[in-house]
C-alpha cells in the first residue's frame, strides 16, 4: 500500500510555470506506475501525464504535450508535474495517483480506474 500526498499548486499567470510534487510513502515506490490527473469544476477528470515505474516510458494527454514534463525520483518517492506555458484552461484540481505494476516496466497506464491510489489533490489556479 503506499499513501501520496500532492503539493506545489497555486496561483499563476498565463505563461508561467509550476512544478507539483507527489510524495509517496510506504514501500517498493519503484514498483508503482505513477499518473497526474486534472478535474476542474463541472467536469469529469482528465488524464494529464504517466510515467512507467521505472521512468523509462511517459505518456502524455494531447492538451499538455509540448508543455509538461512527468518526472520520478525513486530514490526519494516522489513524482513531479513540471508544467509550463500554462493556460488558464489547465485551472483544475490536480491529482497524482499510483498503479503497483508486477509485470512490465516500460507501462505507463492513462486510465483512471487503472489506479488503485490517489493523493488529496493540489489547486493549480492560471489567470488570463
Known amino acids: 500500500q503506499v499513501q501520496l500526498v500532492d503539493s506545489g499548486g497555486g496561483l499563476v499567470q498565463a505563461g508561467g510555470s509550476l512544478k507539483l510534487s507527489c510524495a509517496a510513502s510506504?514501500?517498493?515506490?519503484?514498483?508503482?506506475?505513477m499518473g497526474w490527473f486534472r478535474q476542474a469544476p463541472a467536469k469529469e477528470r482528465e488524464f494529464v501525464a504517466a510515467i512507467s515505474r521505472s521512468g523509462e516510458s511517459t505518456n502524455y494527454a494531447d492538451s499538455v504535450k509540448g508543455r509538461v514534463t512527468i518526472s520520478r525520483d525513486n530514490a526519494k518517492n516522489t513524482v513531479f508535474l513540471q508544467m509550463n506555458s500554462l493556460k488558464p484552461e489547465d485551472t483544475a484540481v490536480y491529482y497524482c495517483?499510483?498503479?503497483?505494476?508486477?509485470?512490465?516496466?516500460?507501462?505507463?497506464?492513462?486510465?483512471?480506474?487503472?489506479?488503485?491510489?490517489w493523493g488529496q489533490g493540489t489547486q493549480v489556479t492560471v489567470s488570463s
Open positions: 510506504g514501500r517498493s515506490f519503484s514498483s508503482y506506475a
Open positions: 495517483a499510483a498503479k503497483r505494476i508486477l509485470f512490465g516496466s516500460a507501462y505507463a497506464p492513462i486510465s483512471s480506474y487503472e489506479y488503485n491510489y
